[in-house]
């Protein structure tokens, strides 16, 4: 059974650029959630797809986009990027959208 | 609010000892209250759970005890080793439908031999 993946590991990126992030959720699951981590902090729930739809939000400003695609893999876009979007954004899947989450091992994004 | 208060922030354990890391909830609709244990450079991996028509679980060597009249929950690792060094989050959830997880600040734990 392959485990959640997400890429790319590392991004570097400038202040007002866009970037995309992906991830393959575990085999079965059907649900993707995406948290952000600043250093040394706890990670922070930002969206969550279960079917390919939008299924609760935090506090993150529209900015901060997804898509879940029908194999169920997910992209996390963010446009105008800005020094504090710097942080590991990290990826859970779930067999469904109320089960325990399983993460990636993450992408480092560094905004400069 | 949405607020999980964990600490201490860091502990030191003599290998063999017992890690103990505690963590408190405001939101009465919390209903679901796993831990994870994350290594430098990787993703969370889940530890162990609990929801809260139980007092305890227990898997090898974690244990999870649970208050609710307290609002408070912690993890207890027995016979801590070198290789428990890492850093403990604890979350809660209790979102209608969906887990989306308020995770504690984190304890970094580290384990001498």
């Known amino acids: 059974e392959t485990g959640v993946t997400q890429s790319p590991t590392h991004l570097i990126k400038t202040r007002g650029q866009q970037v995309t992030l992906r991830c393959s959720s575990q085999?079965?699951?059907?649900?993707v959630s995406w948290y952000q981590q600043a250093l040394g902090q706890g990670p922070q729930f930002i969206f969550q797809y279960y079917r390919e739809e939008e299924n609760g939000r935090g506090n993150f400003p529209p900015r901060f986009s997804g898509l879940q695609f029908p194999n169920y893999s997910s992209e996390l876009n963010v446009n105008a990027l800005e020094l504090d979007d710097s942080a590991l954004y990290l990826c859970?899947?779930?067999?469904?959208?109320?089960?325990?989450?399983?993460f990636g091992p993450g992408t480092r994004l560094t905004v400069t | 609010q949405q607020q999980v208060k964990q600490s201490p922030q860091s502990l030191i354990v003599q290998k063999g000892g017992i890690s103990i890391i505690n963590c408190a909830y405001e939101?009465?609709?919390?209903?679901?209250f796993p831990w994870y244990q994350q290594f430098p450079g990787k993703g969370p991996a889940l530890l162990i759970a609990?929801?809260?028509?139980?007092s305890e679980k227990k898997e090898g060597r974690f244990t999870i005890s649970f208050n609710k009249s307290a609002k408070q929950f912690s993890l207890h690792i027995m016979d801590s080793q070198p290789g428990d060094s890492a850093t403990y989050f604890c979350?809660?959830?209790?979102?209608?439908?969906?887990?989306?997880?308020?995770f504690g600040s984190g304890t970094r734990l580290q384990v001498q031999p």
């Open positions: 939101n009465t609709a919390f209903d679901y």
């Open positions: 979350a809660a959830s209790g979102d209608t439908g969906r887990r989306a997880l308020t």
């Open positions: 085999s079965g699951h059907n649900t």
């Open positions: 609990i929801r809260p028509d139980v």
């Open positions: 859970a899947s779930s067999p469904r959208a109320y089960d325990e989450q399983y």
